[in-house]
């Protein structure tokens, strides 16, 4: 009997250490991501962009672990329903110490040896409480599983909004950089002109101010190219030093495909992460109700324990027997109200979380039209504002050709140019408006 209990004590400290090793394991491997160096020059798509996110972002691996800390909850609460196993030694020196008895025979003395004691103690307990902890802890998981997940659609909805942003600026600086080439051979010609006699200062001084307009809108642009690369790479988890390279076309990313297959889709409510969660919640305030009823419930116990003495010297009597075998049951009985008052708790909190869900379905379905009128809207006013700025871009180069041959006069010049730098303006704020309106549609569906 001996050697099976020493045999299942084994058993049971090795299941405990290989679980152990499995969660530092997990946790080494996510901490050596983040060692990871990144790389002097950074090529990728938006897909790439996004994956490489989900990859190295910081805020992404926290959310990871948290799973993983959900997992490692869960093996404590089983754990504690399995044997649990207590090794104990001790040495007791009485320092020559004799006991002395009286009986109606005589009086004598008994030796009180030294004595080592070896003790080992096996215990389980079951409870109620215990049995729905390990199905809340199920719950936990599946919460943590699906916050990750909307993390995920979140960072990938704000790296694709950064990207095209980038796109989109660095599309506006080349047709400013084009234009300025223009306005300067204007202003070359226009001073050529004045240097001939054939034209006033105050034309070149006009075609002056329309090219430090436009170097002026240059640099902005850069400021703005730069800072929202600079965005982008926060998300990726990149260091300021990296080189992004982007090799997506903005014209690629901006797919009318992509907008007409989202606004064809069929709402299904039970892929929304929102409705999800509070599914989950739902289900996490139904089983504290259990949890809080099983608190009236008996708490089952079974109990080995092996004890060894030794005596050193003469004498001892040996009052502790070797094996013991106990089994309990534990009943609460009178708790002034403490466990009906937690009952009556949960409850309420079921039925609040029963009427958050309804509310939320409700209001799921408005806010899907919703979502749908506003990424329509957008995108009808992308393809206009990209129309205009084609339109601006061929009045501004016509009035650039009549210039040049004293057809047109440096106001229709001016005019031409301020509606291209406005077309452009436009435009930029319609492509955000445009991917915004995407990504919250796309994250609603879960897609």
């Keep these: 009997m001996k050697k099976i209990f020493f045999i299942f004590s084994a058993l049971v400290i090795s299941v405990t250490i290989m679980a152990e090793d499995h969660v530092m394991a997990a946790t080494h491997g996510a901490t050596k991501k983040a060692e990871d160096a990144a790389p002097k020059v950074l090529s990728v798509s938006l897909s790439e962009a996004q994956d490489y996110a989900v990859k190295q972002n910081r805020s992404l691996r926290n959310a990871s672990l948290a799973v993983q800390e959900a997992y490692a909850a869960r093996w404590q609460t089983i754990a504690a329903m399995l044997p649990q196993v207590d090794g104990s030694y001790s040495y007791s020196d009485y320092l020559g110490y004799s006991a002395s008895m009286n009986t109606a025979m005589g009086s004598f003395n008994i030796n009180m040896p030294n004595v080592g004691a070896l003790g080992v103690t096996a215990s389980v307990g079951l409870s109620g409480q215990a049995i729905v902890g390990v199905l809340l802890n199920n719950i936990a998981i599946d919460m943590k599983k699906l916050s990750l997940e909307k993390s995920e659609s979140e960072l990938r909805g704000s790296v694709m909004g950064s990207y095209v942003s980038v796109l989109a600026l660095q599309s506006i600086s080349n047709l400013l950089d084009s234009s300025l080439i223009n306005i300067q051979e204007l202003e070359s010609i226009t001073q050529n002109a004045v240097t001939a006699g054939a034209a006033e200062q105050t034309a070149a001084d006009q075609i002056r101010v329309r090219v430090n307009t436009i170097k002026n809108s240059i640099n902005a642009q850069k400021r703005n190219i730069e800072l929202a690369t600079s965005s982008l790479k926060v998300l990726l988890d990149v260091p300021v030093e990296t080189e992004l390279v982007l090799t997506e076309e903005l014209d690629a990313v901006l797919s009318p495909d992509r907008v007409v297959t989202l606004l064809g889709e069929n709402f299904a409510i039970e892929n929304n992460l929102n409705y999800q969660l509070l599914t989950k919640q739902v289900d996490l305030a139904k089983k504290n109700v259990h949890m809080a009823g099983w608190a009236y419930g008996p708490t089952l116990g079974l109990a080995y324990n092996y004890t060894n003495q030794q005596y050193y010297g003469e004498g001892g009597m040996r009052m502790t027997p070797p094996n013991v075998i106990q089994v309990s049951v534990r009943m609460p009985l009178w708790s002034s109200g403490k466990r009906a008052a937690g009952v009556v708790e949960k409850k309420i909190a079921l039925e609040e979380a029963k ?25 009808e006013t992308y393809l206009n504002e990209k129309e205009n700025i084609d339109v601006a871009q061929r009045v501004f180069a016509s009035a650039t050709n009549k210039y040049k041959y004293g057809a047109s006069s440096n106001m229709e010049l001016t005019n031409a140019s301020n509606d291209l730098i406005s077309a452009q303006s436009n435009y930029i704020q319609a492509v955000l408006s445009l991917v915004n309106a995407q990504v919250e549609l796309e994250k609603f569906l879960n897609n």
Excluded at 355 to 379: G, R
């Design 355 to 379: 009427n958050t869900l309804s509310e939320t379905t409700e209001n799921l379905e408005i806010q899907y039209h919703q979502l749908c009128f506003n990424l329509t809207n957008a995108y």
